[in-house]
T-cell receptor, first 112, second 114 residues
Framework: GAVVSQHPSWVICKSGTSVKIECRSL??????MFWYRQFPKQSLMLMAT?????????EQGVEKDKFLINHASLTLSTLTVTSAHPEDSSFYIC????????FGPGTRLTVL | AQSVTQPDIHITVSEGASLELRCNYS??????LFWYVQSPGQGLQLLLK??????LVQGIKGFEAEFKRSQSSFNLRKPSVHWSDAAEYFC????????????FGTGTRLTIIP
């Protein structure tokens, strides 16, 4: 139980394009989902908290217009990286919470 | 503000040896504590969690952790490690249901030698 999926698992895109990453809780519903960014050999950095039916809450320093988050249902949240640039290349991980956070497998984004 | 310290960046142990990974937290109230494991290129898997009750918590894969309030610690242990335990381990602290944001430690990388 408590399985979270992410799609795609990896994506390569050109600079200036937008990329959408999906996060789904497969066997449970989650009012709250979280989006993290992880740089190589570093810990997870929380980007935003996503609540179903309301606007996401972004952490300080995270550009909300660049990282668009939509939490359309209790099982789906999406992160769209708009006008991606090479510095946005990273490993993005989502989690879905029932009081305990369950993590997806991550999405590797490479911007050329 | 809550914080987590994992003092050991990298630990190497022999297969079959015992393991202890250290975690110290700072939090004003009773914390919700977690240990997660991350294999290379993967997401995080929950090993165990402590919310309340028995301070010795059993988790998956033979891991256990002990909550010691007096020492603000939540160390992870395993009596005998396997080569498949090689991974990155993260300790995290949270405020609990209703405020589920987690603060993660910087992680401890575990290497297993034959």
């Amino acid at each position: 139980g408590a399985v979270v999926s992410q799609h795609p698992s990896w994506v390569i895109c050109k600079s200036g394009t937008s990329v959408k990453i999906e996060c789904r809780s497969l066997d449970f519903q989650a009012t709250t989902m979280f989006w993290y960014r992880q740089f190589p050999k570093q810990s997870l950095m929380l980007m935003a908290t996503s609540n179903e039916g309301s606007k996401a809450t972004y952490e300080q320093g995270v550009e909300k217009d660049k990282f668009l988050i939509n939490h359309a249902s209790l099982t789906l949240s999406t992160l769209t990286v708009t006008s991606a640039h090479p510095e946005d290349s990273s490993f993005y991980i989502c989690s879905a919470s029932t009081g305990t956070q369950y993590f997806g497998p991550g999405t590797r984004l490479t911007v050329l | 503000a809550q914080s987590v310290t994992q003092p050991d960046i990298h630990i190497t142990v022999s297969e079959g040896a015992s393991l202890e990974l250290r975690c110290n937290y700072s939090y004003g109230a009773t914390p919700y504590l977690f240990w997660y494991v991350q294999s290379p290129g993967q997401g995080l898997q929950l090993l165990l969690k402590y919310f309340s009750g028995d301070t010795l918590v059993q988790g998956i894969k033979g891991f256990e952790a002990e909550f010691k309030r007096s020492q603000s610690s939540f160390n992870l242990r395993k009596p005998s490690v396997h080569w498949s335990d090689a991974a990155e381990y993260f300790c995290a602290v949270g405020a609990g249901v209703g405020n589920e944001k987690l603060t993660f430690g910087t992680g401890t990388r575990l290497t297993i030698i034959p």
